[in-house]
């Protein structure tokens, strides 16, 4: 199967997945993570009108971003090193996982040189496993909080990864505790704050997601294939 008939596949299970649940199709896009992947597979989801690309390394992400012309826009999905952000500021359209005040202050230092506001995401571990990044579901409110005053940041959603399970369905309780903590913290009516974007959902359990409200899929490699 080409990159083409992947993309097709994906957004037609998203419009399934969409629609099952109620929700307009459009509500819902598509990050197509490229990372590990060439250029030239880029090229290819761009050619079936892609445009929404995730990455997960500064150093792939500033080189691939340098071949790719045209109007895309580039999601960094990893967990970033403050020091690393200077290297993709004014670069990327949205940061997916931003778990702690010292990285928003970094981002913070580097669009405000550009003049430019970066909008990011919260990355929360509501799975609690230490393997994983991200701040806890108790700390997340505080952290909107102290990230809100920052002038040259714009917090728009939340972010998760659930455990890894070989049925979608295991994971839906963590999608949900994602959707209820935005809900929770949009009642606290933080100045300047927006919880209108979910990223949640990868290639095994986006369907899933989709029905407990993402409004961003991260899709790999039923997209590229396996790295």
């Not at 819902?28 to 993570?33: E, T, W």
């Not at 997916?96 to 919260?122: F, N, Y």
């Not at 230490?130 to 040259?152: N, Q, Y």
Request: charged share 25%.
């Amino acid at each position: 199967m080409s990159v083409a008939d992947n993309l097709q596949k994906i957004r037609n299970r998203i419009e399934t997945a969409a629609r099952a649940s109620g929700r307009d199709p459009n509500s819902v896009r598509l990050v197509a993570v490229s990372k590990t992947k060439p250029a030239e597979a880029v090229m290819e989801a761009i050619r079936a009108g892609q445009l929404i690309f995730g990455e997960n390394y500064v150093q792939e992400l500033t080189s691939k971003a340098a071949q790719v012309p045209g109007p895309v826009e580039w999601h960094f999905i990893g967990a970033l090193q403050s020091n690393k952000v200077k290297y993709i500021s004014g670069l990327v359209t949205l940061i997916h996982s931003v778990d702690r005040l010292s990285l928003a202050e970094e981002i913070e230092k580097q669009w405000g040189k550009l003049e430019k506001t970066c909008d990011i995401l919260i990355e929360v571990n509501v799975s609690g496993e230490k393997s994983k990044a991200g701040t806890t579901t108790s700390e997340a409110v505080r952290l909107v909080r102290d990230i809100a005053r920052l002038p040259h940041i714009r917090v728009r959603g939340l972010m998760t990864m659930p455990p890894f399970f070989d049925e979608p369905e295991a994971a839906r309780p963590y999608f949900r505790e994602l959707r209820e903590l935005a809900g929770e913290i949009a009642s606290e009516e933080i100045p300047d704050v927006e919880m209108n974007e979910l990223s949640m959902g990868m290639s095994g359990d986006f369907e899933v997601a989709i029905e407990e409200g993402a409004t961003l899929v991260r899709v790999g490699s039923a997209i590229f294939g396996y790295r």
